[in-house]
């Protein structure tokens, strides 16, 4: 990925250090009044509707945000958009049913592989538990290298410093404060990524208003709306049921089931989390489809940074930095915590 260096490499290092610092404190503070086993897994089983909202939505949406849906648009077309913003929320609509469900079968449980153990034997919670660990050791380097190279694009920081402050200011206070704290920064950071989409998607639309619709892209690209292009149910088919199965085997999602407080806040907080996630992905995806309609050069992984960036002006760039790193910490919080919770957990377990 080229740079175009918006920004000064400290200015970024110095961006990144605050914001990492500025979760780490809160993070770290907020656990000292909530320290114990129970807390750090289940968050003591007492959240409410905006907290496990904020913390679902939170978990879900990551830096990936930015290229993903974006990038898959370019040659996926309009399905694609579709099957990433559909496979991004839907787990949570299964979870209504699912979650209740196990709630009520095992009020005290504490992951979904302990359930798995306890209903289908060892052989089936082995492979579970092999597969949860993986697809989320996974998901955690993809964010951290997402936003390192985000980074290292608008201002030529390298790789290694972004993912460095990134990891060690989300382990220091989510392996210290677990759930509760994850929850906690959870809260603070949708309400800053939130604002910065709002900000992000007016000047997305302000700067391409014109272009901004089906219409041009059906005059420049008519292909990616065509129900005859192939490639619009294969991508919409596999981005649907890849993400949507491998999120379903989140930890950080099933730790949240059990943390909320009863089901019908459960329920809600599942609903609201689904309705802001599906516009949000679908709005970064159609992005892509306005920028290959632009420009059929475009590198797919800058998609949705040709549009917004087009006039590289600085006080978007550190727009940017802001969100993706906010973006970024509230998901690998998450995922730190759901794996230190499988080995706490089921670690230990004989087979």
């Known amino acids: ?32 009044k909530n320290l114990g086993l129970n807390s750090y897994l289940v968050a003591n089983r007492n959240i409410k509707t905006f907290s496990l909202t904020c913390s679902f939505v939170s978990s879900a949406l990551g830096a990936w945000i930015l290229f993903g849906p974006a990038s898959a648009a370019t040659w ?9 913003a559909l496979g991004t929320a839907f787990p949570l609509f299964i979870l209504i049913f699912l979650g209740n469900k196990l709630r009520r079968l095992h009020s005290k449980g504490k992951t979904l592989i302990e359930v798995i153990r306890l209903r289908f034997g060892n052989k089936l919670f ?32 390298d790789l290694w410093i972004t993912s460095l402050i990134v990891i060690l200011s989300s382990v220091t206070y989510t392996l210290y404060g ?25 000047y997305l639309i302000s700067f391409n208003s014109a272009e901004f619709n089906f219409k041009f892209i059906s005059k420049n690209k008519p292909n990616l709306l065509d129900l005859d292009y192939l490639p619009n149910f294969t991508a919409g088919l596999t981005f649907f049921i890849a993400v949507a199965a491998t999120n379903l085997f989140h930890q950080g999602n099933w730790q949240r089931v059990y943390a909320a407080k009863d089901n019908r806040i459960l329920k809600n907080s599942l609903i609201i989390s689904f309705l802001i996630i599906l516009p949000v992905v679908f709005i970064m995806g159609f992005s892509g489809l306005i920028a290959v309609s632009k420009n059929i050069s475009v590198n797919p992984d800058l998609a949705f940074f040709s549009l917004l960036l087009i006039d590289q002006k600085t006080f978007l760039s550190v727009l940017i930095l802001i969100l993706a790193i906010s973006l970024t910490i509230s998901s690998i919080d998450t995922l730190i915590n759901a794996i230190s919770s499988l080995i706490i957990v089921d670690g230990k377990k004989n087979y």
Do not use: C, P
């Not at 996926?76 to 990433?84: F, H, L």
């Not at 660990?133 to 030529?156: H, K, Q």
């Open 76 to 84: 996926g077309g309009i399905g694609a958009v579709i099957g990433y």
């Open 126 to 157: 082995k492979l579970i538990l092999f597969l949860s660990i993986f697809y989320m050791t996974i998901f955690l380097i993809a964010e951290v290298t997402a936003v390192s190279i985000l980074i290292n694009y608008v201002s030529g920081t």
């Open 1 to 32: 990925m080229e740079e175009i260096k918006i920004i000064s490499s400290a200015s970024a290092i110095i961006i990144t250090l605050i914001l990492s610092l500025i979760f780490l404190i809160i993070g770290f503070y907020y656990s000292k």
């Open 178 to 202: 677990g759930l509760r704290a994850s929850i906690f920064t959870d809260n603070i950071q949708f309400i800053f990524f939130s604002l910065l989409l709002l900000i992000g998607f007016s």
